[in-house]
């Protein structure tokens, strides 16, 4: 018998059953004695072990950049809060193993940057350890906490920037068949769109989200005849990419070519030239999370569980009106 099953069954919250186990307020007198009524006809105990006073923080891999960003929005709120901050990091088929080591660790909280599984979610709410996933890559059902970025809104800002100089022919380097990626494309199209330009398919690109990837990717639509006058990435990684794919056909950046990034990693302000970018405010949403994780592992109410925070554009040297033919 879990918190969670006698949350389903009566109709509630896992926070509201903890806080019924608790004795803490913030219940109506209805609910807790709905609650205390089927705690006691399922005969449940609370755990012998208490949660231990960590916030984990899970990844799949500790390799992207923007790792050390999030790391250290985490950690600011847990100092704050007084809770230790454990990381852990596994790769996709680890996942089992590491997911039991995480839910017999007991932390107060966890905190995914890792994709968690139906069944990997199910098995820490079946502990009792409440989670928030952070920038989801796939679809989640609505009681799933979560915190992302207005990707949708930071596509269309980094198009519209490439239209008010002037590019007409603008290309966008994609990543997978993730939500985040499909709204950044969105966002791409609706600006065309609002421009009265075409979109033109042969200037889109799906791939991954790497520098490799986006060298090659680059190569293939700098090498037209008629090739765009600017691109627009998905992540800083592929544009970077499309730095070395310039360069080795003798486009210079921004003179010949216009190049837009996407996530604001701190290494991409020292790129030759600068590179103009839509700032992902990582440290923000990771402090955003943290604190919703925290909320949640106390058993407080919380107005939502999913929280999406705005992006900018940080314009640098990487753009400019493009070249007259």
């Known amino acids: 018998m879990t918190i969670a099953y006698i949350a389903e069954s009566a109709g509630v919250s896992v926070p509201t059953v903890s806080k019924v186990l608790n004795g803490r307020s913030g219940v109506s007198d209805e609910t807790r004695a709905r609650v205390e009524q089927l705690i006691l006809e399922y005969g449940y105990r609370k755990p012998p072990q208490s949660r231990s006073n960590l916030v984990e923080l899970v990844f799949r891999e500790l390799e992207s950049m923007w790792s050390v960003e999030i790391i250290r929005g985490v950690e600011r709120v847990a100092r704050r809060n007084r809770v230790g901050l454990l990381v852990s990091a596994f790769g996709t088929h680890e996942s089992a193993g590491m997911i039991d080591d995480t839910a017999g660790r007991r932390p107060q909280c966890v905190l995914s940057v890792a994709q968690l599984s139906e069944a990997e979610r199910e098995q820490l709410k079946a502990k009792g350890i409440p989670f928030v996933v952070f920038d989801p890559i796939d679809e989640l059902p609505d009681d799933v906490p979560f915190v992302s ?177």
């Open 149 to 325: 970025a207005t990707n949708w809104r930071g596509g269309q800002t980094a198009t519209r920037h490439l239209i008010d100089l002037g590019h007409r022919r603008i290309a966008m380097i994609s990543g997978p068949d993730h939500p985040y990626c499909r709204a950044r494309l969105s966002g791409y199209f609706s600006a065309l769109s609002e421009a009265g330009l075409p979109t033109a398919p042969e200037l889109v690109v799906k791939t991954q989200l790497t520098r490799e990837h986006g060298y090659t990717a680059a190569r293939e639509l700098l090498s037209r005849p008629d090739r765009p006058t600017s691109v627009f990435t998905a992540n800083d990684m592929q544009a970077l990419g499309v730095y070395r794919a310039a360069r080795e056909l003798g486009l210079r950046i921004p003179h010949d070519l216009s190049v837009v990034g996407y996530d604001d990693v701190p290494a991409v302000a020292c790129a030759d030239p600068p590179l103009t970018t839509v700032h992902q405010p990582l440290a923000e949403m990771a402090t955003a999370a943290t604190e919703l994780a925290l909320a949640l592992g106390r058993g407080d109410d919380v107005p939502r569980l999913g929280l999406e925070i705005a992006t900018t554009l940080t314009v640098r040297e990487s753009t400019a009106v493009p070249k007259e033919e």
